[in-house]
């Protein structure tokens, strides 16, 4: 009789794509260079359960381009593994032929011309028309929103996320989890949640003086003639990586204890399969794969990952949905005997100029657009280049808020925080406002003006870094490297905090940064309360329009060893 286990295993080869074949549902798309609404959504219909997953769409309503990383380094167990291979190396290891459309929304390589050829991708009219026709197709779909759903836009910002929520709620997903929420601050956060038609889940959210769980920590759902119990697990380092002093009285973490008590909770509960809805990253997520028994499925998010076909860690699936409204996944599965016994998957990519927008998502966004229309529409510039910022280093985009922060705040240095979210421009393409709020639309904003010693700038960096590199997932508790300006350094991200930097050099002259000596930093995102400076985007505005055109110059800065 077959295990489990085999049969899984035989299931995750039928997954589209599975590499060593080539023969999954994208390698078949990319070598019929089809971009078709109907190729594109055509899915075997399989089981009794189907899944749906978007995460990490930043407030995007509208198609943009994304470019995917160039440098995503995996330390530890995680070294080479996915998400961790980039450009070719990816391509390769999923059979996807290079320039086809599978190849451009998955990987950075050839970006530029590939973007032209195939248009933007997202919009949620378009994710919506996609989320339609799973549903006519399998009625009973649950769908699922990792989080960074409320935050990241020009529209977002200035609704106080009621554009996202309203456009959301037309959705009607069943359950959500949260990050970038709760920087809405927790009056706000509990002012929606209390509206929600769904499930706003938090299985690690604790009120920090009563030490219990603040939010619902899971939701069952009848399926298929399954029990499926999803939980919730938000942002486990919220007050680390974004202001406490905006969600006072909540605690977070990953609490591994709690999930593996959650699971046996809605196993006894008679759940036939456990989803978990996080955002705590990938590799975070993939340790608590194999450190709590009896999860079937994570729908993982926070680190914006798009990977076309599962990640097996045991016997649980790990998805990744990648960010800005670039796919949707949806996962069929066959639960019975109060089990997952086989799966198909398939990662959906959005190409905004194939997918037919939905009408009525359309005309929501329009009303919601168009009372900032004219606002968001001016253009303040040219990028003579191409502008992006995912990777774990400095992206251009980062580096032009730099390049700002030291001139108009007349800094030596500049510190720009390693955020993922914010869409990428062509070259040559206007830069408009509603482009630079969708690169710093956040609630402190402030562009600070500080003198830092060279040994503090040490600190900060190995700090950083440490939350980036440490070989421990649950360690990992920030975004990318912080951004800098007017320093460059060398990093071997092999070696333990404290060693990681060496060689910073201010590269106005060339010198050493000494230890000793102050230096003029500015920098954005304090997660300090009461922080003073002017908001990001009225400082990268002013330095925009004086360029008129703006050329970021290629960044040899960083020097990283050890990847």
């Given at each position: 009789?077959?295990?489990r286990?085999d049969?899984?295993?035989?299931?995750?080869a039928?997954?589209?794509?599975?590499?060593?074949?080539?023969?999954?549902n994208?390698?078949?798309l990319?070598?019929?260079q089809?971009?078709?609404?109907?190729?594109?959504?055509?899915?075997?219909?399989?089981?009794?359960?189907t899944?749906?997953?978007?995460t990490?769409?930043h407030?995007?309503?509208?198609?943009?381009?994304?470019?995917?990383p160039?440098i995503?380094?995996?330390?530890?167990?995680?070294a080479?593994k996915?998400?961790?291979v980039?450009?070719?190396?990816?391509?390769?290891?999923?059979?996807?032929?290079a320039?086809?459309?599978?190849?451009?929304a998955?990987?950075?390589?050839?970006?530029?011309?590939?973007?032209?050829?195939?248009?933007?991708?997202?919009?949620?009219?378009?994710?919506?028309?996609?989320?339609?026709?799973?549903?006519a197709?399998?009625?009973?779909a649950l769908?699922?929103d990792g989080g960074?759903?409320?935050h990241?836009?020009?529209?977002c910002?200035?609704?106080?996320?009621?554009?996202?929520?309203?456009?959301?709620?037309?959705?009607?997903?069943d359950?959500?989890?949260?990050?970038?929420?709760f920087?809405l601050?927790v009056?706000?956060v509990?002012?929606?949640?209390?509206?929600?038609?769904?499930?706003?889940?938090?299985a690690?959210?604790f009120?920090?003086e009563?030490?219990?769980?603040?939010?619902?920590?899971?939701?069952?759902?009848?399926?298929?003639?399954?029990?499926?119990?999803v939980?919730?697990?938000?942002?486990?380092?919220?007050?680390?990586?974004?202001?406490?002093?905006?969600?006072?009285?909540?605690?977070?973490?990953?609490?591994?204890?709690?999930?593996?008590?959650?699971?046996?909770?809605?196993?006894?509960?008679?759940?036939?399969?456990?989803?978990?809805?996080s955002?705590?990253?990938?590799?975070?997520?993939r340790k608590?794969a194999?450190?709590?028994?009896?999860?079937?499925?994570?729908?993982?998010?926070?680190t914006h990952?798009?990977?076309?076909?599962?990640?097996?860690?045991?016997?649980?699936?790990?998805?990744?949905?990648g960010?800005?409204?670039k796919?949707?996944t949806?996962?069929?599965?066959?639960?019975?005997?109060g089990?997952m016994?086989?799966?198909?998957h398939?990662l959906?990519?959005?190409?905004?100029?194939?997918?037919?927008?939905?009408?009525e998502?359309?005309?929501l966004?329009e009303?919601?657009?168009?009372?900032?229309?004219?606002?968001?529409?001016?253009?303040?510039?040219?990028?003579?280049?191409?502008?992006?910022?995912r990777?774990?280093?400095?992206?251009?985009?980062?580096?032009?808020?730099?390049?700002?922060?030291?001139?108009?705040r007349e800094?030596?240095?500049?510190?720009?925080?390693?955020?993922?979210?914010?869409?990428?421009?062509?070259p040559?393409?206007?830069i408009?406002?509603?482009?630079?709020?969708?690169?710093?639309?956040?609630?402190?904003?402030?562009?600070?003006?500080?003198?830092m010693t060279?040994?503090?700038l040490?600190?900060?960096?190995e700090?950083?870094?440490?939350?980036?590199f440490?070989p421990?997932?649950y360690?990992?508790?920030?975004?990318d490297?912080?951004?800098?300006?007017?320093?460059g350094?060398?990093i071997?991200?092999?070696?333990?905090?404290?060693?990681?930097?060496?060689?910073m050099?201010?590269?106005?002259?060339g010198?050493?940064?000494?230890?000793?000596?102050s230096?003029?930093?500015?920098?954005w995102?304090?997660?300090?309360?009461?922080?003073?400076?002017?908001?990001?985007?009225?400082?990268?505005?002013?330095y925009?329009?004086?360029?008129?055109?703006?050329?970021?110059?290629?960044?040899?800065?960083v020097?990283?060893s050890?990847?």
């Amino acid at each position: 009789m077959i295990s489990r286990r085999d049969f899984l295993q035989a299931a995750l080869a039928a997954s589209a794509v599975w590499g060593a074949s080539g023969a999954g549902n994208w390698a078949r798309l990319a070598a019929q260079q089809a971009l078709t609404q109907d190729r594109l959504l055509e899915f075997d219909t399989f089981g009794n359960v189907t899944l749906i997953h978007v995460t990490d769409i930043h407030g995007q309503l509208v198609p943009v381009w994304f470019r995917e990383p160039e440098i995503n380094i995996g330390v530890g167990a995680a070294a080479g593994k996915p998400p961790h291979v980039t450009g070719a190396d990816f391509l390769k290891l999923y059979g996807i032929p290079a320039g086809t459309p599978e190849a451009h929304a998955l990987s950075y390589v050839d970006f530029v011309s590939l973007a032209k050829g195939y248009g933007r991708m997202g919009g949620l009219d378009r994710v919506a028309t996609v989320i339609n026709a799973i549903r006519a197709d399998r009625p009973e779909a649950l769908l699922l929103d990792g989080g960074d759903t409320w935050h990241g836009s020009y529209t977002c910002l200035r609704s106080d996320a009621q554009d996202m929520v309203n456009a959301m709620n037309l959705l009607k997903p069943d359950a959500m989890t949260s990050h970038w929420e709760f920087t809405l601050g927790v009056d706000r956060v509990t002012e929606i949640v209390d509206g929600l038609d769904f499930a706003f889940l938090g299985a690690n959210i604790f009120d920090a003086e009563w030490d219990e769980p603040a939010y619902e920590p899971y939701r069952m759902f009848e399926r298929g003639g399954a029990q499926i119990a999803v939980i919730g697990q938000a942002f486990p380092y919220l007050p680390i990586a974004n202001p406490k002093w905006m969600f006072p009285g909540l605690s977070f973490g990953v609490r591994e204890e709690r999930m593996a008590e959650v699971v046996q909770e809605v196993r006894g509960k008679g759940a036939d399969l456990v989803v978990v809805l996080s955002h705590n990253g990938f590799d975070v997520d993939r340790k608590m794969a194999g450190n709590v028994p009896g999860i079937d499925v994570i729908l993982t998010g926070h680190t914006h990952d798009a990977l076309p076909e599962p990640v097996m860690v045991g016997q649980t699936l790990l998805i990744a949905s990648g960010s800005n409204g670039k796919f949707v996944t949806r996962l069929d599965l066959d639960v019975r005997e109060g089990r997952m016994m086989g799966f198909r998957h398939k990662l959906i990519p959005v190409f905004s100029d194939a997918i037919a927008p939905d009408p009525e998502m359309a005309a929501l966004i329009e009303r919601e657009r168009a009372p900032y229309r004219d606002e968001m529409a001016e253009v303040l510039g040219t990028t003579d280049g191409l502008l992006y910022r995912r990777g774990n280093f400095n992206g251009t985009w980062d580096d032009l808020i730099c390049n700002a922060l030291i001139d108009e705040r007349e800094a030596d240095i500049a510190l720009s925080p390693g955020f993922r979210w914010g869409p990428s421009l062509l070259p040559g393409d206007p830069i408009t406002r509603e482009d630079l709020y969708s690169a710093t639309a956040m609630t402190y904003p402030n562009a600070y003006r500080s003198e830092m010693t060279g040994e503090m700038l040490h600190t900060i960096l190995e700090d950083v870094a440490d939350n980036l590199f440490n070989p421990d997932p649950y360690y990992q508790q920030g975004g990318d490297m912080v951004r800098v300006g007017g320093m460059g350094y060398r990093i071997d991200v092999t070696k333990p905090q404290g060693s990681r930097i060496t060689d910073m050099t201010l590269l106005k002259t060339g010198e050493p940064v000494d230890p000793a000596r102050s230096y003029v930093v500015s920098g954005w995102a304090s997660v300090g309360e009461g922080t003073e400076g002017p908001p990001i985007w009225e400082v990268v505005e002013s330095y925009v329009k004086r360029q008129g055109t703006v050329r970021v110059d290629p960044n040899t800065s960083v020097v990283v060893s050890g990847a």
